[in-house]
């Protein structure tokens, strides 16, 4: 079964902060992508990446795919009360049907 | 654009009641999969069908039945309600194809008492 770790599970920081959430795994996937999700609606996707060692960003969001497509950060940079959420990291199951997430990491960005 | 629709909302049941939660998408999407989220935690994959006629297991599926008989609808099942089906539930629907995203329904928060 491939499984997508992400840590930290919770976050809580100041605004104008830094911070960093990884996406781990075993396996190796063809690409990631990257939701956020906030209380009582389902996700919505920030980003996909698809080639090893692929460096995106998004206004004051980076992401990054490790070079060996096993493992992907986002990385957010001087964070607001509005980036709070549920981040999450998801991916297709090698040689399989299977889109499966990470497990979350919740961040809280006060005022 | 309707997208992913879910329903209902909101269901209550008492245990050993059966339902069905229905799940229509209009974007003509191969793959349709459902999902139940815990509090705080990540998604976990039910069920899910590459094409009408043609469902699979994920990581959870005891206790839940699904079936495709369209490429639109793919409801999903309860038999017999447990309190550890409590949980908030979101089908999802995306083209087939390794690098393409999800589109998701707005939820249905199920409390089984």
């Known amino acids: 079964t491939q499984l997508l770790e992400q840590s930290p599970q919770f976050l809580s920081i100041q605004e104008g902060e830094n911070l960093t959430v990884y996406c781990n795994s075993s396996?190796?996937?063809?690409?990631l992508q990257w939701y956020r999700q906030e209380p009582g609606e389902g996700p919505v996707l920030l980003v996909t990446v698809v080639t090893g060692g692929e460096v995106k960003k998004l206004k004051r969001l980076t992401f990054q795919f490790g070079d060996a497509r096993k493992d992907s950060s986002l990385h957010i940079t001087a964070a607001q009360p509005g980036d709070t959420g549920l981040y999450l990291c998801?991916?297709?199951?090698?040689?399989?049907?299977?889109?499966?997430f990470g497990t979350g990491t919740r961040l809280k960005v006060l005022a | 654009n309707a997208g992913v629709t879910q329903t209902p909302k909101f269901q209550v049941l008492k245990t050993g009641q059966s339902m069905t939660l229905q799940c229509a998408q209009d974007?003509?999407?191969?793959?349709m999969s459902w999902y139940r989220q815990d509090p705080g935690m990540g998604l976990r994959l039910i069920h899910y069908s590459v094409g009408a006629g043609i469902t699979d297991q994920g990581e959870v599926p005891n206790g839940y039945n699904v079936s495709r008989s369209t490429t639109e609808d793919f409801p999903l099942r309860l038999l017999s309600a447990a309190p550890s089906q409590t949980s908030v539930y979101f089908c999802?629907?995306?083209?087939?194809?390794?690098?393409?995203?999800?589109?998701f329904g707005q939820g249905t928060r199920l409390t089984v008492v």
């Open positions: 396996s190796v996937f063809s690409s």
């Open positions: 974007m003509n999407h191969e793959y």
């Open positions: 999802a629907s995306s083209k087939q194809g390794m690098n393409t995203e999800a589109f």
């Open positions: 998801a991916g297709w199951g090698s040689g399989t049907y299977k889109y499966i």
